[in-house]
């Protein structure tokens, strides 16, 4: 490894602690904001400011105007925010700018696509997790999971920095693919949508509870986000996108399990988790659109799913060996 290599890898570093800096403020920034609207609510609540501006909206249902009451502030595009929901999406952005410079730079270093091993892995996944939440506030306003997803990015690129950082080698033969590019980059934008649609399952979960009981005085900031119906409806949007990246991610990894072994299927670990996966988010799917299962059984199962996500990200890749043992540490 030349001097240039080691510079570009330490300065990729560097951005990579600093993007982690940026996104603790964000994560401020979101959390403020959550403190601020839940006192907004309560004062509203005791006769005090305004409760959340209300708007009539005119839509046409079977032919018959119908009048609805809708929250201009809450999910909704172009809704209002407080000035820490400001700093908290400008904070994040900055940080995905840090981010990305980090990541780039390890290709460059590398030479290739960065994400050849868990650190690599780790690196452009939450950039790309990150990204898809900035890049969905364009159809949804959905900047009340910045506390969430600014939270997972930094445990998960604080983890990576730790324990999973390894220098600049290069791929080993298996790996020296154009499917690397394909395979992983489609598994990483699926697993960022199923990372949002976790967000807002937690969400509807704490929606339904507080919907399921008497008013009181926890969570109120709870009252200017969307009700538990829409929050499960969005959940189910976002995962719908998230599972058809993943049925081409099980789809492109057998193809380049053919061309890299001469067999499309061989029950490594690594391929019987990913098939796991496919199969919770499937049984989440199909028991929503034709058993019915709304509300919170459907947003346990869809936690399932997220969860076999994180298993097979920090523990299959770690602990379990196989033929995909090399792309771990």
């Known amino acids: 490894m030349n001097d240039m290599t080691t510079n570009l890898a330490t300065y990729s570093v560097v951005l990579t602690y600093s993007a982690m800096a940026v996104y603790v403020i964000a994560f401020i920034s979101f959390a403020l904001d959550m403190a601020k609207r839940a006192g907004e609510v309560t004062t509203a609540a005791g006769g005090g400011a305004a409760a959340p501006a209300e708007r009539t909206v005119a839509t046409v249902q079977g032919g018959t105007v119908v009048l609805e009451k809708v929250d201009s502030t809450a999910g909704r595009p172009g809704g209002g925010g407080t000035k820490f929901e400001r700093v908290g999406m400008a904070m994040t952005i900055l940080a995905l700018v840090l981010h ?8 460059i270093a590398a030479d290739r696509v960065p994400w050849g091993n868990m650190f690599e892995f780790s690196l452009t996944g939450t950039a790309l997790i990150t990204l898809i939440f900035l890049l969905v506030q364009f159809w949804q306003n959905l900047k009340f999971l910045g506390v969430f997803i600014t939270g997972l990015t930094i445990i998960l690129l604080g983890i990576a920095t730790v324990n999973y950082w390894v220098p600049v080698v290069p791929l080993q033969p298996a790996l020296q693919s154009y499917w690397l590019v394909i395979h992983v980059f489609v598994a990483i934008a699926g697993t ?32 200017t986000l969307p009700d538990a119906d829409r929050l499960e409806v969005l959940t189910y949007r976002v995962l719908l996108v998230g599972f058809v990246l993943w049925t081409f991610t ?3 990894g057998a193809i380049w399990a053919e061309r890299a072994w001469g067999r499309y299927w061989g029950w490594d670990t690594k391929e019987v ?57």
């Open 100 to 107: 990305v410079g980090a990541t780039v730079l390890r290709g």
């Open 192 to 223: 960022g949508f199923f990372a949002l649609g976790a967000g807002l399952a937690v969400a509807q979960l704490v929606q339904t509870h507080r919907q399921g009981r008497p008013a009181s005085g926890r969570l109120r900031f709870m009252e």
């Open 250 to 252: 099980l789809i492109a």
């Open 273 to 329: 988790w990913t098939f796991i996966i496919w199969v919770v988010y499937a049984g989440y799917i199909h028991a929503r659109a034709t058993r019915g299962w709304r509300g919170a059984r459907s947003s346990w199962l869809a936690l399932i799913g997220f969860a076999a996500v994180m298993f097979n990200f920090s523990v299959v890749n770690v602990f379990f060996k196989g033929l995909h043992s090399y792309s771990g540490l």
